[in-house]
């Protein structure tokens, strides 16, 4: 095996063959893909979800987590929080020339990992090689089908006046991980990405409620983000309270260094889930039961006043807007 | 790394917030200089706490703001120059210029990278040793002897390729510039507490002992900013003007003597100008003789634009403590942190974008 992947293992010729059959068959076999036919062929019951996502993360091994584990969690995520259950995933890498072929080994090693972890089968995939500088290291896209049992409604329009807002552990540790390794800020080694496939801690939840209206990962513009997508597509306002949002002790202070909020930073194992407020106790306790819920809090509900505003009550017993994220949050300069 | 609970102890409010309503008995307007003061206050909505008789104003204590557009268009001509890289702290890539701005400039072709600190800048220079590098020197003296301290290492090293644009402010003397215009009437003053880490307290005596207006040194914690409001009100009950710190843990009266020399080493003090505030003498620094060779203003050619300010845009009012964000007409209507007009609205110490992200005001 070569050291570094060459532009001709993208070539569909010998060199892909060998990197199909040596490096991603003996990972990933499993029944549907191994025919290795131009489309992966199966059976299918009932309602569909069907959810794409591209991962270009830098770099592309973290704390807690590498582009691989982040693409199959990622793209399992969103269709847990449709109320799916993940079965089948497409996986397609772009890699620059020159990756060393032990780090596509070891990110491939952790696809297979995860998707074990997370019982989903990748049926089909695609490996293209471009020019050094063309792409930064490897860029993976996924997507994912999965299976909505019967009588599950689950959307980001249903959220209703009334409604509990759980959030299943600490904010931020994805953004704050990734950042520490990219601009070498090592000022904290413990702190790892959250990086993780929900959809386990979803069935257990729809297993035990049929009260869960809204489920969403807040990954890229953290909590606060997703908080104000979901006021907005069910019109309603939302209000949080800052001292029942977990944080870790770390996270926090490497926000107050960089000036980021934590409401802002990416997390790759977290779910906020909008429910029924009669069943929210018995859903957050079976929640904590998890090993990605542990954590998992009440953290505020939704009000029917200032539709698509989110307000935050301070630990200070102030409040104040959580608004969107603008742009790409940026550290500060004095 | 328990940088925020131990400063976050939200039982101590109650007893600071009864004893500023107990001291602040009499009306006062009190100025906060600093931009990340303003962030904490609204963040926090420390304004809900406070008595009717008190009035926080916001002041020109951000560096990004406070740059005149015609400083900005040099910066972005420069960007535009061949075989040139502008290395800048990140909050200034969004500024709009006259009609331009570095991230454009950087999306037309310009070499514009974002550096965390003047090492990073240092570390292009000795890497693209064919390219000249410009770092966008913008700072209180908070930001200063870093600069300094740059052009120092740069000079030992023999870096022939290294520049800076000196857009950097001093605290004091603006302060003098707004109270000497008459504009404003203060009966308190929250100074800055990095920039005092730097310059000690002393620098701000003055303003007790001439204009007879409270000064207190306040850390950035909510806590701090309270106890520095109580510290305040108390001077007023008693009639009293003079510096206090409430800082101590991050401040003495004289300062970071090291810091001091190193930027007075290289900078000598300078006219500036200020957007909005216009030309306060004594306000800026400029590279001594000596080290002109890293000056980017003296050893590049470029051309500016005709500045231009947009029209509705009171970042200057509000700069200047005359005006609220909430008086101006383009507030989160046409002017927001994605399609900002000023640059109150852009920085992340930016009064308008503080009420904007964190207000009651947006409504």
Redesign the interface.
């Known amino acids: 095996m070569n050291d570094k992947i060459l532009l001709a293992h993208g070539s569909g010729g010998q060199l892909a063959h060998d990197l199909i059959r040596n490096s991603f068959l003996p990972a990933l076999d499993n029944p549907v893909l191994s025919p290795l036919d131009d489309s992966a062929t199966f059976e299918a019951d009932g309602k569909l979800a069907f959810t794409t996502d591209s991962y270009v993360v830098q770099p592309i091994f973290f704390p807690g987590g590498n582009i691989g584990k982040l693409s199959v969690c990622g793209t399992v995520n969103d269709l847990a929080m449709a109320g799916a259950v993940p079965r089948y995933l497409s996986l397609a890498f772009i890699i620059e020339e020159g990756l060393l072929t032990n780090d596509l080994e070891r990110v491939i090693n952790s696809i297979k990992e995860t998707a074990e972890a997370a019982g989903v089968n990748i049926v089909t995939g695609d490996t293209k090689v471009v020019d050094r500088g063309c792409a930064d290291k490897l860029f993976i896209n996924t997507a994912g089908i999965g299976i909505v049992p019967p009588g599950v409604n689950i959307s980001g329009h249903h959220a209703q006046p009334g409604d509990v807002i759980i959030l299943s552990g600490t904010i931020g540790d994805h953004g704050i991980a990734v950042l520490s390794q990219r601009e070498g800020l090592n000022f904290m080694t413990k702190l790892e990405s959250d990086c993780a496939p929900l959809n386990g801690l979803v069935a257990e939840m729809l297993g035990i409620s049929a009260g869960i209206r809204c489920l969403r990962d807040p990954t890229r513009g953290g909590l606060a983000s997703t908080l104000n997508e979901l006021a907005e597509q069910s019109g309603v306002s939302i209000s949080i309270e800052e001292a029942k949002i977990p944080v870790r002790e770390e996270v926090a202070g490497a926000c107050e260094m960089l000036g980021l909020d934590p409401l802002y930073v990416a997390n790759e194992g977290k779910l906020v889930a909008i429910v029924d407020r009669k069943d929210a106790e018995a859903i957050l306790e079976q929640m904590q039961k998890n090993e990605y819920g542990q954590n998992a809090a009440i953290i505020g509900e939704v009000r029917e006043k200032h539709r698509g505003r989110v307000t935050m009550k301070t630990s200070f017993g102030t409040s104040r807007i959580v608004d969107m994220l603008v742009g790409e949050p940026l550290p500060r300069i004095c | 790394?328990?940088?925020?609970?131990e400063f976050?102890q939200?039982e101590l409010?109650p007893g600071l917030v009864s004893s500023i309503r107990h001291h602040a008995t009499r009306e006062a307007r009190i100025m906060e200089f600093c931009g990340?003061h303003t962030v904490a206050i609204?963040?926090?909505?420390?304004r809900?706490?406070l008595p009717p008789t008190l009035t926080l104003t916001s002041g020109p204590g951000c560096?990004?703001c406070v740059t005149d557009n015609a400083d900005l268009d040099k910066a972005i001509a420069l960007a535009g120059l061949p075989n040139v890289i502008v290395a800048s702290?990140?909050?200034?890539?969004?500024v709009p210029g006259s009609s331009s701005s570095l991230q454009e400039a950087k999306a037309a072709g310009g070499d514009v990278r974002?550096v965390?600190s003047t090492l990073d800048a240092l570390t292009l220079a000795r890497t693209n040793p064919e390219k000249s590098v410009i770092f966008i020197g913008?700072?209180?003296e908070?930001?200063a002897p870093t600069v300094a301290a740059s052009i120092l290492q740069a000079a030992r090293e023999g870096l022939n390729n290294y520049y800076v644009l000196s857009l950097h402010k001093l605290c004091p003397p603006v302060i003098k510039g707004l109270l000497d215009s008459g504009e404003i009437n203060l009966q308190g003053l929250i100074c800055p507490g990095?920039v005092s880490a730097i310059i000690g307290s002393r620098p701000w005596e003055f303003i007790a002992r001439d204009y007879g207006i409270p000064c207190v040194v306040s850390g950035f914690e909510?806590l701090d900013i309270l106890q520095s409001i109580e510290m305040l009100a108390q001077q007023v009950a008693r009639d009293e003007a003079r510096v206090e710190i409430a800082y101590r843990r991050g401040v003495n009266p004289e300062g970071n003597t090291i810091a001091i020399n190193i930027m007075e080493q290289v900078f000598a003090p300078a006219p500036a100008r200020w957007r909005g505030i216009g030309e306060v003498a004594s306000s800026g620094l400029r590279l001594r003789p000596e080290f002109e060779r890293f000056d980017a203003e003296l050893n590049f050619e470029f051309e500016t634009e005709v500045t231009v300010i947009r029209e509705g845009c009171i970042c200057g009012d509000i700069l200047r403590g005359m005006k609220s964000p909430t008086q101006c007409a383009l507030f989160s209507r046409v002017c927001?942190?994605?399609n900002p007009v000023g640059p109150c609205m852009v920085s992340?110490?930016g009064s308008c974008a503080a009420y904007?992200?964190?207000?009651?005001s947006?409504?």
């Open positions: 790394m328990k940088l925020v609970s976050r939200s409010v990340g609204m963040k926090f909505g420390l809900q706490l560096p990004v702290f990140g909050d200034m890539l969004r974002i965390y913008i700072g209180f908070t930001t990095h909510p927001t942190p994605i992340s110490e904007y992200n964190y207000g009651e947006h409504e």
